[in-house]
């Protein structure tokens, strides 16, 4: 009996393991509408990446372009978490030519977090450099703005909050009057932005909790936000909206349970009139 008992233990527990990395190919394609639509409202349509993790990324370059070529993209967002190997920045730049040929209209943007800090000196900067040779607009702490149908959105890129680097002020600096979106990787850093606006953050980090049975307790020690539950999807805080992507590949082991990974293209309506709220700096 002891011995059956056994058996059937170690068969359920083989064939979990086998489910859980099975979930990490079931690449989820999220779409959110933000604001109230109209034919006379701008719409900036944003395709979003986050945590591709390449040493365990869920999706080939190919197939993440077909997963999305028929979408319209104006904007490409990616949250950080890259990689944290130096072995895979080559790994990175057919993912950035894959999404090079969606053609988005305002381009793609981006910040790192805090696994791709784990890079030093001419490391981390050879990943800069790809990022840019690739097209990719890295945002350290600064804002750059573009015009959807005359109205000005700013691209507002706030390093990341783990590891200590956010800078709030310096991000925020020389801002114009328009619409607010926020792109960072740690979403905890939104329960310190009650003077500075944004019509929309986005953000990703928590990888939905990855490991989830029954939930997510692993991740008590990554910030208030969990201990709000507040781990994926759209939620609000001081009246603001923001977005955590549960990413494209996983850290540690390479499985997930009561996760998966993620793909989310934002609808962000823009309002017709210039934001009335502005950031104390």
């Not at 490391?123 to 600064?142: P, R, V």
Request: aromatic share 8%.
């Amino acid at each position: 009996m002891k011995l059956f008992i056994f058996a059937a233990a170690l068969f359920f527990l083989i064939w979990a393991i086998r489910r859980a990395y099975r979930n990490t190919k079931d690449v989820v394609f999220t779409k959110i509408a933000i604001g109230q639509g109209s034919g006379a409202v701008p719409v900036l349509n944003i395709l979003q990446l986050s945590d591709l993790h390449l040493e365990n990324i869920s999706i080939s370059p190919e197939e993440l372009f077909e997963k999305v070529k028929k979408e319209k993209i104006d904007l490409i967002a990616i949250t950080g978490d890259f990689l944290d190997r130096k072995r895979s920045i080559p790994r990175l730049v057919p993912y950035l030519r894959a999404l090079r040929k969606l053609e988005a209209k305002y381009g793609m943007y981006a910040v790192l977090g805090n696994h791709d800090y784990v890079l030093k000196g001419e490391n981390l900067q050879s990943l800069k450099d790809t990022l840019k040779q690739e097209g990719c607009k890295l945002l350290h702490n600064e804002n750059r703005h573009i015009i959807v149908n005359g109205q000005l959105v700013n691209i507002i890129g706030i390093d990341d909050f783990s590891t200590g680097r956010s800078r709030l002020e310096p991000s925020y600096k020389g801002l114009k009057d328009g619409m607010n979106v926020v792109l960072t990787h740690d979403p905890n850093v939104v329960l310190h932005m009650k003077n500075y606006h944004f019509d929309y953050l986005l953000s990703g980090h928590f990888h939905g909790g990855q490991i989830c049975y029954p939930k997510a307790y692993h991740l008590v020690k990554m910030g208030r936000l969990v201990r709000m539950n507040m781990i994926k999807g759209l939620h609000w805080h001081d009246g603001k909206p923001f977005y955590i992507n549960e990413g494209l590949g996983q850290t540690g082991v390479n499985i997930r349970v009561g996760s998966r990974p993620e793909i989310t293209l934002h609808q962000l309506f823009l309002a017709s009139a210039k934001s009335a709220s502005h950031p104390a700096v």
